[in-house]
């Protein structure tokens, strides 16, 4: 479980959370379903917490494209 | 006979050409009429008729001169044109060479507009149903926008202020003039092949209709509709509508409206998960406790909750069975009672007690409490008792007489 989610996006991840809501709103569960879910839906606010630190904050600029290969530098914007 | 001199049918053709070509003010004529007849060759020329309410002029208009048009030629069309007027000479005909043509009333460009928008409309490129969903939270974007001036500095700073850890990716391009759509398309094509953008920027800042013409072309409309990552579109002000704003995922009003709908507000995403994870452990807190009060049901169930009660019963059951057990007792033992006492009377009967009463008594040696039946069981001097119906009499023998009577 864990695996797979480190592999879902924040979206999916979102999502998957308030569905795990639903259902466990829904009552129909048995106690052990109730906190495996439970594990899982905090795991999934953990990584969506998580991804919203993965990015950098970088600003690039392209410069081209050679043999597939990206070639950017940063992005200096001339001052007003 | 006066021989008039005879022309040949050629001959007054060309007279009338040159007579016609010659004149400065049909060189370089603008005329205004409606477009009839209109065919376009397959060697791409255009050929019509001009009209009015009460004249007709056949034109042309070479393929070297449309291809510029921006804007598609067809019947009932008011336009204005700029050409010269000349002799066709294997017909006769005089014709208008049309050098240029705009769109009487609305204009070329807004023609054109509408007519690629229309097209495109049919071809099914603005079908909601083919918008693709914006990521809720892109962790890389790139910018497709002129390197210089106020948009892209107001993209960035818009992007940061609201998530400071997203990536921007720069991909510069012509946003005006005459090599922007084709600058515009590379870009957007380039951007395409970049498998870590996860949206797409697209816009340039405010300018006239002309300025804003490329996010008008088709190659750069076409070039937005195939890209396979999502598009925000932010061309110009509030009131410009591009045929780029149309086919993009999501037309922004402005560069700064597009950088405001590419990325949440990193603050309210946090919230947002917060939420989501107080809900989480509110709704299983919940589900808890629907299971505790299940078991509460069960373990207050009476047969579980007083176990003392069904004791009681039962004990109940014996007390009952006790007591139909004494009463039948009591019932056999009043029966016996009964019984008894009528055998009391017949054996009353035949007590001694009676026979006392009627005035017999018993003697009893005082000694050893023998009984005294015969007189000579005693001897003067010997106390005996004697027994009567009320009391007794304890006596000294003073004789014993063997005769009973006397």
């Known amino acids: 479980m864990t695996e797979n989610l480190m592999e879902k996006t924040f979206e999916e991840a979102l999502v998957r959370l308030e569905e795990i809501i639903r259902k466990l709103e829904n009552g129909e569960l048995s106690l052990e379903e109730s906190l495996k879910l439970f594990e899982e839906g905090i795991a999934l606010a953990r990584h969506c917490n998580l991804k919203l630190d993965e990015a950098q904050g970088k600003v690039e600029v392209l410069l081209g494209i050679e043999d597939g290969v990206i070639r950017t530098e940063e992005f200096q914007p001339e001052e007003e | 006979m006066i021989l008039a001199k005879i022309f040949t049918v050629s001959q007054v053709t060309y007279y009338l050409k040159n007579l016609l070509e010659k004149d400065q003010r049909l060189q370089n004529i603008w005329i205004t009429g409606e477009i009839s007849n209109f065919t376009r060759h397959s060697s791409g020329h255009m050929y019509f008729t001009l009209k009015d309410q009460s004249s007709r002029l056949r034109a042309v208009m070479f393929k070297g001169e449309n291809q510029w048009l921006k804007f598609q030629p067809h019947d009932g069309l008011e336009v204005l044109v700029c050409g010269r007027i000349a002799v066709y000479q294997k017909n006769g005909e005089y014709q208008l060479y049309v050098d240029l043509m705009e769109a009487a009333g609305l204009g070329s460009l807004y023609l054109a507009y509408e ?42 700073k818009i992007l940061h202020r609201r998530h400071p850890r997203v990536d ?60 396979p990552i999502p598009v925000i579109s932010g061309v110009g002000h509030e009131t410009d509508f591009t045929i780029a704003d149309l086919v993009a995922d999501l037309r922004a009003p402005t560069p700064s409206g597009a950088a405001e709908l590419a990325v949440p507000e990193i ?48 004990r109940q059951q014996v007390d009952e069975v006790k007591e139909e057990l ?33 005035g017999y008594s018993i003697c009893y040696k005082e000694e050893d409490g023998a009984l005294v039946r015969d007189a000579s069981e005693v001897n003067p001097g010997e106390k005996v008792k004697i027994i009567l119906s009320r009391g007794q009499l304890l006596c000294m023998v003073e004789e014993a007489k063997k005769e009973v009577m006397g």
């Open chain 2, 267 to 314: 603050k309210e995403l946090r919230k947002k998960i917060m939420m989501s994870a107080k809900n989480l452990k509110f709704s299983f807190f919940r589900a808890c406790e629907r299971k505790r009060a299940q078991l509460l049901r069960l373990t207050t169930h009476p047969a579980l909750k007083r176990p003392e009660r069904w004791l009681l019963s039962r």
């Open chain 2, 115 to 156: 007519q690629l928008k229309n097209r495109l409309a049919q071809e099914g490129l603005f079908d909601q149903a083919k918008k693709k969903p914006l990521p809720q939270l892109a962790q890389k974007i790139g910018v497709i926008t002129s390197p210089t001036g106020a948009a892209v500095r107001d993209i960035i």
């Open chain 2, 168 to 227: 921007i990716l720069l991909i510069p391009a012509q946003v005006q003039g005459e090599v922007a759509p084709q600058s515009l398309v590379e870009a957007i094509q380039l951007a395409g092949r970049l498998r870590e953008l996860d949206l797409l920027i697209i816009g340039r800042g405010g300018g006239s209709a002309e300025e804003l013409w490329a996010f008008n072309d088709e190659g750069v409309a076409r070039a937005i509709a195939s890209c």
């Open chain 2, 326 to 358: 004494l009463r039948y007792i009591q019932t056999t033992l009043e029966k016996k009672r009964k019984l008894l006492l009528v055998e009391l009377g017949k054996l009353d009967a035949l007590s001694p007690l009676s026979t006392l009463a009627r």
